[in-house]
């Protein structure tokens, strides 16, 4: 008997059951159930304020110094994990370790162990309470879209580190996967981002969990892991036992639980198409991206914090075509000075080994926000609208010391390698002339105190993100050496649709007709001054959307490391004189709709053809 059912809890029983997760990590797996349990921790007096605080304040800070070494042991593990596996962790061990420091956590744990409070309600309080905050300021607008998902992980970082430290106050251990069976799918009824580090995706099929979601820190460290993975599906751990057989797909987010010989039998060749799309990918790194009609493309990363580096690696990513230098002052308290800024953007350069690093400066403003600019009183004026307000490169002309602080660092590292500068949010030919100014200025002002830069200065461009700037391409290009266009701004402020907005999230189409003749204006701004023109927009990361972009005239694409073998594949399928028609038709659509289902079917006549 094969059911579909969400969430209900019911006994056991025999026959294929169908149940639904939420897909976090494709693939699908086919293998044993092994159910983890955690040890639950003994309940927390909260009431109590007679404790000595001295003994307790002992007590915490041996907790804090068993917290660290955990989480060092874990960091050092890191290099047993692929390559892009360690992205997601570092950079999340590098948050807890920061908690754990002199924070603001520690600072309110302290306080209430001041006031008589045990040790272990201390920080379940105050976690609690950060977590709060982070979900729901006072005095602020809840916070919705991206800033609701960023809100609900920071407030999952506090509760996570607090149940840690609880951990080590009262004595109660983790639970461990090393009894898991090779091969096993690991189900739980949670599982914490610093449980799926310790998953070693060689020897667990898959991972599904009753709770969890597609956003959070775990579900984006099980994709970086590449193991199948489903969350959220209610109801499962009610209708299994130890080694009940289960079928996990990762894609669609559904679970099979006693799957029948002929379901077990579909699912074991669909393992094996799985691996060998995987391998086909993988032989892609070292393959150009050349059409097949000849013509060779650039394909390049997109970087947001350096622990995607080591992706990029792996990815054969032809260098970094942008770099968002947000991340610089996004978890700061005070600004990053010229010599800090150098210390991180060098080894970036040098890891790149020769291929070309373009560094964008900092794009501060509408949904991007920063302590460290909040707290330097730079902060973007208008709450009425922010995307429309300061930003980019209209709040670095008003904080000019902010931007040159920024070209002399990028300057000083751009010995290590081939360095691009890019300026972002330009909407007019003078905010360009005044940042080239500037640029020029803080050259000569270097090589006069003696500092190694190179000459001529690297190249200076500007994103192509506002219809300004696309329908004025041929003017900025006199002045700009290369040109990046960046379609999701370009697609926001074209379509008045807020790229971050749920309830217009149906109007906001990068294939929108108007957003591509925009595109196709800066392509061929680009090719008549003889610019360089890249796309570096979330559309360059989709394979279907590719062909009709080189058809409009882009050769370089910028995307999200993981992204690159997808594309690449879809490239070396695709013929120019193709992209070139359905380019022709796509600038006469009535809409988005109607151009994607143009590329849907032209992939469909190419599926698989680039692998060799
Ligand atoms: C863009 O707008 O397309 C872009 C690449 O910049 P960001 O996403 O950082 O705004
Ligand atoms: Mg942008």
Same mark, same amino acid.
């Given at each position: 008997?094969?059911?579909?059912?969400?969430?209900?809890?019911?006994?056991?029983?025999?026959?294929?059951?169908?149940?639904?997760?939420?897909?976090?990590?494709?693939?699908?797996?086919?293998?044993?159930?092994?159910?983890?349990?955690?040890?639950?921790?003994?309940?927390?007096?909260?009431?109590?304020?007679?404790?000595?605080?001295?003994?307790?304040?002992?007590?915490?800070?041996?907790?804090?110094?068993?917290?660290?070494?955990?989480?060092?042991?874990?960091?050092?593990?890191?290099?047993?994990?692929?390559?892009?596996?360690?992205?997601?962790?570092?950079?999340?061990?590098?948050?807890?370790?920061?908690?754990?420091?002199?924070?603001?956590?520690?600072?309110?744990?302290?306080?209430?162990?001041?006031?008589?409070?045990?040790?272990?309600?201390?920080?379940?309080?105050?976690?609690?309470?950060?977590?709060?905050?982070?979900?729901?300021?006072?005095?602020?607008?809840?916070?919705?879209?991206?800033?609701?998902?960023?809100?609900?992980?920071?407030?999952?970082?506090?509760?996570?580190?607090?149940?840690?430290?609880?951990?080590?106050?009262?004595?109660?251990?983790?639970?461990?996967?090393?009894?898991?069976?090779?091969?096993?799918? +690991?189900? *739980?009824?949670?599982?914490? %981002? =610093?449980?799926?580090?310790? !998953?070693?995706? $060689?020897?667990? /099929?898959?991972?599904?969990?009753?709770?969890?979601?597609?956003?959070?820190?775990?579900?984006?460290?099980?994709?970086?892991?590449?193991?199948?993975?489903?969350?959220?599906?209610?109801?499962?751990?009610?209708?299994?036992?130890?080694?009940?057989?289960?079928?996990?797909?990762?894609?669609?987010?559904?679970?099979?639980?006693?799957?029948?010989?002929?379901?077990?039998?579909?699912?074991?060749?669909?393992?094996?198409?799985?691996?060998?799309?995987?391998?086909?990918?993988?032989?892609?790194?070292?393959?150009?991206?050349?059409?097949?009609?000849?013509?060779?493309?650039? +394909?390049? *990363?997109?970087?947001?914090? %350096? =622990?995607?580096?080591?992706? !990029?690696?792996? $990815?054969?990513? /032809?260098?970094?075509?942008?770099?968002?230098?947000?991340?610089?002052?996004?978890?700061?308290?005070?600004?990053?000075?010229?010599?800090?800024?150098?210390?991180?953007?060098?080894?970036?350069?040098?890891?790149?080994?020769?291929?070309?690093?373009?560094?964008?400066?900092?794009?501060?403003?509408?949904?991007?926000?920063?302590?460290?600019?909040?707290?330097?009183?730079?902060?973007?004026?208008?709450?009425?609208?922010?995307?429309?307000?300061?930003?980019?490169?209209?709040?670095?002309?008003?904080?000019?010391?902010?931007?040159?602080?920024?070209?002399?660092?990028?300057?000083?590292? *751009?010995?290590?390698?081939?360095?691009?500068?890019?300026?972002?949010?330009?909407? $007019?030919?003078?905010?360009?002339?005044?940042?080239?100014?500037?640029?020029?200025?803080?050259?000569?002002?270097?090589?006069?105190?003696?500092?190694?830069?190179?000459?001529?200065?690297?190249?200076?461009?500007?994103?192509?993100?506002?219809?300004?700037?696309?329908?004025?391409?041929?003017?900025?290009?006199?002045?700009?050496?290369?040109?990046?266009?960046?379609?999701?701004?370009?697609?926001?402020?074209?379509?008045?649709?807020?790229?971050?907005?749920?309830?217009?999230?149906?109007?906001?189409?990068?294939?929108?007709?108007?957003?591509?003749?925009?595109?196709?204006?800066?392509?061929?701004?680009?090719?008549?001054?003889?610019?360089?023109?890249?796309?570096?927009?979330?559309?360059? $990361?989709?394979?279907?959307?590719?062909?009709?972009?080189?058809?409009?005239?882009?050769?370089?694409?910028?995307?999200?490391?993981?992204?690159?073998?997808?594309?690449?594949?879809?490239?070396?399928?695709?013929?120019?004189?193709?992209?070139?028609?359905?380019?022709?038709?796509?600038?006469?659509?009535?809409?988005?709709?109607?151009?994607?289902?143009?590329?849907?079917?032209?992939?469909?006549?190419?599926?698989?053809?680039?692998?060799?």
């Amino acid at each position: 008997m094969k059911t579909t059912e969400r969430g209900t809890s019911r006994s056991p029983r025999p026959g294929e059951v169908r149940l639904e997760g939420q897909p976090v990590s494709s693939g699908v797996a086919i293998g044993y159930a092994a159910i983890a349990h955690d040890p639950e921790p003994p309940p927390i007096d909260t009431a109590r304020h007679d404790c000595d605080p001295a003994h307790e304040r002992a007590r915490l800070h041996e907790a804090i110094t068993r917290s660290t070494a955990q989480l060092r042991r874990l960091h050092d593990r890191l290099a047993l994990l692929p390559e892009d596996g360690q992205v997601e962790i570092g950079s999340l061990l590098e948050v807890y370790r920061r908690m754990l420091g002199p924070s603001r956590l520690r600072r309110g744990i302290e306080a209430r162990l001041g006031h008589g409070m045990l040790a272990e309600a201390a920080v379940q309080l105050e976690t609690e309470a950060l977590a709060a905050f982070m979900l729901s300021p006072p005095g602020r607008p809840a916070p919705e879209g991206e800033d609701a998902v960023a809100a609900r992980r920071r407030a999952g970082e506090f509760r996570e580190i607090g149940r840690r430290l609880v951990r080590n106050l009262s004595g109660t251990p983790y639970r461990s996967f090393s009894t898991i069976p090779d091969g096993a799918i +690991l189900v *739980a009824e949670q599982l914490r %981002p =610093a449980d799926a580090a310790l !998953i070693d995706p $060689s020897r667990i /099929a898959a991972v599904v969990t009753e709770e969890g979601g597609s956003t959070g820190h775990t579900a984006i460290l099980l994709r970086a892991l590449g193991i199948p993975a489903v969350l959220a599906t209610h109801g499962l751990l009610a209708r299994i036992g130890r080694r009940t057989r289960l079928v996990v797909d990762g894609t669609t987010g559904q679970v099979i639980i006693r799957p029948s010989t002929r379901t077990a039998a579909a699912a074991r060749v669909e393992v094996a198409a799985y691996a060998r799309e995987r391998q086909a990918l993988g032989r892609l790194r070292r393959l150009p991206a050349r059409l097949s009609s000849g013509e060779v493309l650039t +394909l390049q *990363a997109n970087l947001e914090i %350096p =622990a995607e580096l080591p992706m !990029i690696a792996q $990815s054969g990513a /032809a260098g970094i075509g942008l770099l968002r230098s947000e991340f610089l002052f996004m978890n700061a308290e005070t600004l990053p000075d010229e010599a800090r800024q150098e210390a991180l953007y060098r080894p970036l350069v040098e890891a790149m080994a020769g291929d070309p690093v373009t560094i964008r400066v900092v794009d501060w403003g509408s949904e991007k926000n920063s302590d460290a600019l909040t707290q330097a009183g730079i902060g973007t004026g208008s709450d009425v609208n922010p995307a429309l307000g300061l930003r980019g490169i209209r709040l670095l002309l008003r904080h000019r010391a902010l931007l040159e602080t920024q070209f002399a660092a990028i300057l000083r590292a *751009a010995t290590a390698g081939p360095v691009r500068v890019l300026l972002p949010m330009v909407s $007019s030919p003078a905010e360009l002339h005044e940042a080239r100014e500037t640029y020029a200025r803080v050259g000569r002002r270097l090589r006069r105190r003696g500092v190694d830069i190179p000459d001529p200065l690297p190249p200076l461009g500007i994103m192509i993100e506002t219809p300004a700037a696309a329908l004025m391409a041929d003017v900025l290009a006199q002045e700009a050496e290369f040109l990046a266009i960046g379609t999701n701004d370009l697609t926001m402020y074209t379509l008045a649709a807020d790229r971050a907005a749920t309830d217009v999230a149906g109007l906001y189409d990068p294939l929108h007709p108007a957003v591509l003749r925009l595109v196709r204006l800066a392509a061929d701004a680009g090719l008549r001054q003889r610019r360089p023109v890249s796309l570096c927009g979330e559309m360059a $990361s989709d394979p279907v959307a590719v062909p009709l972009l080189v058809g409009l005239g882009v050769r370089s694409f910028s995307m999200h490391a993981s992204a690159v073998p997808r594309v690449k594949r879809a490239v070396r399928a695709a013929a120019m004189d193709d992209c070139r028609r359905m380019a022709c038709r796509a600038l006469e659509a009535a809409d988005g709709p109607e151009v994607s289902a143009m590329l849907l079917a032209y992939a469909a006549t190419l599926r698989h053809a680039g692998d060799g």
